[in-house]
Nanobody, 121 residues
Framework: QVQLVESGGGLVQAGGSLRLSCAAS????????MGWYRQAPGKQRELVAA???????NYADSVKGRFTISRDNAKNTVYLQMNSLKPEDTAVYYC???????????????WGQGTQVTVSS
């Protein structure tokens, strides 16, 4: 099995910063792309940022220039540095990945519990 554990969320004022971390553990053979998603109350989960195993990145338009995704392949960990936070960034943030574990390829790993980010105005 595989587990994703997110951390680093919290309450911050508008304009502030947070750094999220997500560690993947379990019987992982390799991980391809990793990404951060968020889900605000009453809204669908959306992709915020993604990074390939080679380091190529892409971002949702709403976070470009403010958020930076990075990863440590040796630790199977992905990070999200969030700067200039806005109240509309308030959401539960989740990570996910695609790759090989337990002998098979999976387009998505089981979702973790996420980490709450709240930005006050």
């Amino acid at each position: 099995q595989v587990q994703l554990v997110e951390s680093g969320g919290g309450l911050v004022q508008a304009g502030g910063s947070l750094r999220l971390s997500c560690a993947a553990s379990g019987s992982i053979f390799s991980i391809n792309a990793m990404g951060w998603y968020r889900q605000a109350p009453g809204k669908q989960r959306e992709l915020v940022a993604a990074i390939t195993s080679g380091g190529s990145t892409n971002y949702a338009d709403s976070v470009k220039g403010r958020f930076t995704i990075s990863r440590d392949n040796a630790k199977n960990t992905v990070y999200l540095q969030m700067n200039s936070l806005k109240p509309e960034d308030t959401a539960v943030y989740y990570c996910n990945a695609d790759g090989y574990y337990s002998g098979s390829y999976y387009m998505g790993f089981p979702w973790g519990q996420g980490t709450q980010v709240t930005v006050s105005s």
